[in-house]
């Protein structure tokens, strides 16, 4: 079936297919008439015409997508959708940037994938990479003529605008939640803990709390893997294979600290007389488990649209680096109980 082009929408309407250009693209340059508009819109309908995007970004020069990187940091793992963080941060991504004109490029990278090469083969207008670690691969992305937004990486450069959250402050708040109900011996399940990582930062303030309260950091209470619900229904047996010492856990992300739950409870364990939990995320999967979790909550949707907008703002010739730090809150719930000191 031949393909309706542009030229058959103008004969259909009665105007030049500059016209249509015009009406399509909506160029605020020039004055079309209402009826005018409406004749091009109902042809458009009838002819059932599709613009062709290749051809609008060969003339524009610009593609109207946004690359989006998600660094696989954990070799040999699947795409992190188990991980429902990024499903909520990529529904947010993907809903504004098709309210304003753009859509997205999804691409997960190993480690040692060059991010320029999944770029460049794309074409796009702006990337978004996702807890990115310092190192050659952003080094790299350094000369590319597109903005760059990185979410959640504590990386200080004048090449990338960022989007994050206080992660050490987030942790030290949990840890003093606990703290405050009378937990002394507290475990801390984290996915890999790595220098500039977002994990880093979580213990650091984890450490914090601990400290202020006179408490020396045990390595007997620190439980670290893979950030998934498979790892903290494993953390669970490690946790009973290593004496129960511990009273409470910080969980450095919500689908750990479910898996946690999950696996305590098939050992006959209890939520949370025997053991308070508190993760952090505040996903939907965390007000649904049972009992619900009590956890950081940060603005993930919000996070997921400023980093669009920031985008946008540095198309539009923004030249200053911007940075977007959002707020933390603790959400109570069910799955943390006062200890009475003995």
């Known amino acids: 079936m031949k393909r309706v082009s542009i030229k058959d929408v103008a004969r259909e309407a009665g105007v030049s297919a500059t016209t249509v250009s015009y009406v399509l693209n909506r160029n605020p340059g020039e004055t079309i008439s209402a ?3 409406q004749r091009v819109l109902e042809a458009v309908r ?3 015409y599709v613009p062709n995007l290749n051809a609008r970004s060969l003339s524009s020069r610009r593609s109207n997508l946004i690359g989006v990187l998600i660094p696989q940091t954990e070799p040999g793992k699947e795409f992190m959708f188990s991980n429902p963080f990024y499903g909520e941060l990529l529904s947010a ?3 504004t940037a098709r309210k304003n004109g753009y859509h997205l490029l999804l691409s997960g990278t190993q480690e040692d994938q ?3 090469n999944v770029a460049q083969n ?6 978004i990479i996702v807890g990115a670690y310092p190192g050659r691969n952003l080094e790299e ?9 990185l979410v959640d990486s504590y990386v200080k450069d004048a090449a990338f605008h960022t989007i994050g959250i206080e992660d050490r402050e987030g942790a030290r708040m949990a840890t003093e939640y606990l703290i405050a109900r009378g937990h002394r011996d507290i475990a801390f399940v984290s ?3 790595r220098e ?3 994990n880093s930062k979580r213990y650091q303030g984890y450490c914090d709390a601990l400290a202020a309260a006179g408490i020396a950091p045990d390595e007997n209470a620190l439980y670290s893997d893979t950030v998934s619900y498979e790892y903290g229904v494993a953390a669970a047996g490690e946790y009973v294979r290593r004496g129960r010492k511990q009273t409470a856990a910080f969980v450095t992300a919500d689908v750990l600290a479910v898996g946690l739950v999950k696996g305590l409870l098939q050992r006959g364990l209890r939520i949370p007389e025997d053991l308070s939990v508190v993760g952090f995320d505040d996903v939907y999967l965390s007000r649904i488990c049972y009992p619900s979790l009590t956890t950081v909550h940060q603005d993930i949707a919000r996070k997921g649209a400023e980093a669009v907008r920031l985008i946008m703002e540095a198309a539009a010739g923004a030249h200053e680096r911007m940075e977007c730090i959002l707020p933390l809150t603790l959400v109570e719930r069910d799955s943390v109980m006062e200890r009475r000191a003995r």
Do not use: A, C, F, W
């Not at 794309?122 to 990337?127: E, L, M, P, Q, S």
């Not at 992305?141 to 937004?149: A, E, Q, S, T």
């Open 196 to 198: 500039h990582g977002v």
């Open 191 to 193: 996915g890999s803990i």
């Open 46 to 48: 009838r002819l059932h």
């Open 114 to 116: 060059s991010y320029v």
């Open 141 to 149: 992305l350094r000369g590319m003529n597109v903005p760059i937004v």
């Open 93 to 95: 991504i993907e809903y």
């Open 122 to 127: 794309r074409g796009v207008d702006g990337i």
């Open 35 to 37: 009826e005018t508009t």
